[in-house]
């Protein structure tokens, strides 16, 4: 069976309002297709398990390098959930570093939005998408709202959160992420709260499920 199944890709640097654009789209759409119809995806899902590396060791892998993840089983799921299979999506844990035990099963949906900061890098992913997103939020305004967010969510210190960003976060934006932008349909300014960008998106979807 190859069920109707639209993908909405939303990338862009971390905390620069990817989870709340596709919240607020999520949201907004199950009050016309119903809950049922509509999923998100976490690219975050799908960092590779590292239960087998110490504490110390998984603190020093660089989570913002595309090897990081997984991107093969993301397209297998998208993939299986288009011809109409049920998925189980890994849980990922920022505390621990690592996968965690359990997963979720996500079923077919007509709409799945997918957000992640290198899902635009990769041209397998690009070619699942029915459209594409760019978050281009400043720099210095995502990495304060990281800081505020990783702390109060994620169980970092202010010292942690400056120096991954230092070392790794900010290089791995402008060698991979930056330059993924031109492969974008849309490219948002200002973050999550876009309020034009996230109703254009609504009519792009709407549309694409009328085809
Ligand atoms: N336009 C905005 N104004 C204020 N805070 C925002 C805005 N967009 C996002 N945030 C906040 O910034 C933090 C990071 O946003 P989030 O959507 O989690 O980013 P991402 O998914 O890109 O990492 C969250 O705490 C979120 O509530
Ligand atoms: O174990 C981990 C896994 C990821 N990260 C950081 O998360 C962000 C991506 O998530 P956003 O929600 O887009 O911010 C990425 O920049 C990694 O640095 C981590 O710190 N630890």
Not at 75 to 90: D, F, N, Q, W
């Amino acid at each position: 069976m190859n069920s109707q199944c639209v993908i909405i890709g939303i990338a862009g640097a971390s905390a620069s309002g990817k989870s709340l654009i596709a919240k607020t789209i999520y949201e907004e759409l199950c009050r016309d297709l119903g809950t049922d119809q509509i999923g998100v995806i976490a690219e975050d899902a799908y960092y590779k398990d590292q239960k087998h590396l110490s504490m110390d060791e998984r603190v020093k892998t660089n989570y913002d390098h595309p090897k990081a993840l997984d991107h093969e089983h993301l397209c297998r799921h998208l993939k299986a959930l288009k011809a109409g299979e049920a998925v189980e999506i890994p849980k990922y844990s920022y505390s621990e570093h690592t996968r965690m035990d359990e997963t979720i099963k996500m079923t077919p949906k007509k709409v799945i939005i997918l957000e992640g900061i290198l899902l635009l890098t990769d041209p397998k992913l690009r070619e699942l998408m029915d459209a594409s997103v760019f978050m281009d939020t400043p720099l210095d305004i995502c990495f304060m709202r990281r800081l505020k967010r990783d702390v109060a969510e994620r169980g970092r210190t202010m010292e942690s959160v400056m120096s991954q960003y230092t070392d790794t976060v900010r290089p791995m934006f402008l060698q991979f992420i930056d330059p993924s932008k031109q492969y974008a349909d849309i490219i948002v300014p200002r973050g999550g709260k876009n309020r034009i960008a996230t109703d254009i998106l609504k009519t792009r979807i709407q549309h694409l499920l009328d085809r």
